[in-house]
Each structure stands twice: as structure tokens, then as C-alpha cells.
């Protein structure tokens, strides 16, 4: 298994931990004691500003963790050159990633022009970029499995 196939999986698996954390965290928190909080647009726009930083500064972690590890472990220092093949890799899983997303934000959207509950749209766009990020890495480490 190649080091961005490694880097892949390291990401999905941090992603599925950090949302998972995190919405157990404020559900335990917050919406447990209070379900009317689920239509507080106050609420939902403090848990994204939160949520935001949080994962990205947990991600920033689990990557220099992984990259201290691997190095530990394999003696190989990680890959400086990004060719060709690793761009073209790159711009494929954001084209994937874009358009799952899009799609959420399309069901987002569609929830309130559907007359639903505030709390369906945000928990749509929360899902879809979770989804779209976890697409972007199971791609990649087909693209790289493949050689394409």
C-alpha cells in the first residue's frame, strides 16, 4: 500500500471520528437538554462556526501524527514530489467531492423550499460535505490503486 493510499485512509478514518465526536458532544451537550434548539438558527450557525476550526485543527493533528508514525515505523521519508499523476488524481476527487456536495446543497435547499424543518437543510449540508469529503478520500485510493 502506497503513502497516499496510507494518507487516504488516515484522513476517512479521523473524518468519521471527528464528525462522530463532535455531534455526540453537542447532541449530549446541547441537544439533549433542549430539543427546541434544533430550530435556533443562532444554534446551528455557533455549532458550523465551531465545528469548522475544530476539524481542520484535528485533521492538521492526525496527518503530522501520521506522518511522525510512518516515518517511525517505515524509515522513509514522506514523497516530495507531486507529479503528473498525483495532480490529475487530485483534481478527480475534487471534481467528485464538488459535485456531491452540490448535490446536498440541492437537497438542502429543496428540504425548505419542501417546507421542512431548518434543522433537515442544516443537518443535509452537514451530511453532504461529511459524504463529499469521504467520497474525495475512497476515490483517491482507488485512483491510486488503479494508477489513473
Known amino acids: 500500500m502506497g503513502h497516499h493510499e496510507k494518507q487516504s485512509i488516515v484522513s476517512i478514518i479521523g473524518s468519521v471520528l471527528v464528525i ?10 446541547y441537544i439533549q437538554a433542549d430539543m ?3 430550530n435556533d438558527f ?16 484535528v485533521q492538521i493533528v492526525i ?3 501520521f506522518a511522525i508514525a510512518n ?4 524509515q522513509e521519508d514522506l514523497p516530495d514530489v507531486t507529479d ?32 421542512m424543518k431548518p434543522y433537515v437543510m442544516f443537518l443535509t449540508l452537514i451530511s453532504a ?6 467520497a474525495s478520500e475512497i476515490a483517491k485510493i482507488i485512483y491510486y490503486r488503479r494508477g489513473a
Open 36 to 38: 427546541e434548539l434544533l
Open 84 to 115: 503528473e499523476r498525483d495532480r490529475l488524481i487530485e483534481l478527480k476527487c475534487i471534481r467528485i467531492s464538488h459535485w456531491i456536495f452540490i448535490l446536498g446543497f440541492m437537497l438542502a435547499m429543496g428540504s425548505l423550499a419542501a417546507g
Open 20 to 29: 462522530g465526536f463532535y455531534s455526540l458532544y453537542v447532541y449530549r451537550h
Open 42 to 57: 443562532q444554534f446551528w450557525g455557533k455549532s458550523f462556526l465551531l465545528f469548522i476550526p475544530v476539524a481542520i485543527v
Open 71 to 74: 516515518r517511525i515505523i517505515t
Open 129 to 134: 460535505g461529511f459524504l463529499a469529503s469521504l
Open 63 to 65: 496527518q503530522i501524527l
